[in-house]
C-alpha cells in the first residue's frame, strides 16, 4: 500500500519524470535517500511501471487522431481484438461494455492513411462493424489522476 509521502513523490514524477532524487527531495522536504528508496520500491512492486517521453505526434507528423469503435461477432472477439492490437496504428485498445467490443484509438498522418487503416480493419474476419470519431481538441491527453486530491475524497 502507498503512503501520503508515495503519493507526493509520484505527484512529482508526473510533472518530470527526468527530476532527480535530489530534486524531489528538495521540493517535498524529504532527504535524497528516502526518495530514491522509495521510488524503488514502487519500482520493485508494479506501481511504476516505467517512464516514458511524452510526445507532441502532430510534430511528427501525425495530423489525425482518431478513437475507433469496434464490433465483433461473440465468437471472433478475441481474434479480432489480437488483429487490432498489433495494428501500427493502433496507440490504445480497451475491450470495453456497452454498445460496441472494442475502442481502439489511432494515429494517421492524413486522411488517406486513416482510410487506408480503416479499409484495412473491414477486412478482419469476425469484425462486423466500425464506427469512427476523429478527435478535434486534446485538452486533457493522459493527465493521469490527482492522488492526493482522490485520496483526500475517500
Known sequence: MIDDTD??????????????????ARNLD????TVGSR????E????????????DHEK????LTAMIH???SAEKVEEV????????RVISFFEVTGETDMIAVTRFFDREDMN???KSFQKIEGLESTETHVVLTTPILDGGVNLAQLIEEL
Do not use: Q
Not at 521510488?39 to 514502487?42: D, E, F, H, N
Not at 520493485?44 to 510526445?55: A, F, T
Not at 511528427?60 to 495530423?63: A, K, Q, T, V, W
Open 30 to 33: 524529504l532527504a535524497p535517500s
Open 116 to 118: 487506408a487503416t480503416l
Open 44 to 55: 520493485e512492486s508494479g506501481v511504476i511501471k516505467g517512464y516514458k517521453p511524452v510526445i
Open 81 to 88: 481484438a489480437g488483429k487490432l492490437e498489433s495494428n501500427k
Open 60 to 63: 511528427i507528423g501525425f495530423e
Open 70 to 72: 469496434i464490433t465483433a
Open 7 to 24: 503519493i507526493r513523490i509520484i505527484e512529482e514524477l508526473k510533472e518530470n519524470s527526468r527530476a532527480s532524487f535530489n530534486e524531489i
Open 39 to 42: 521510488v524503488r520500491k514502487m
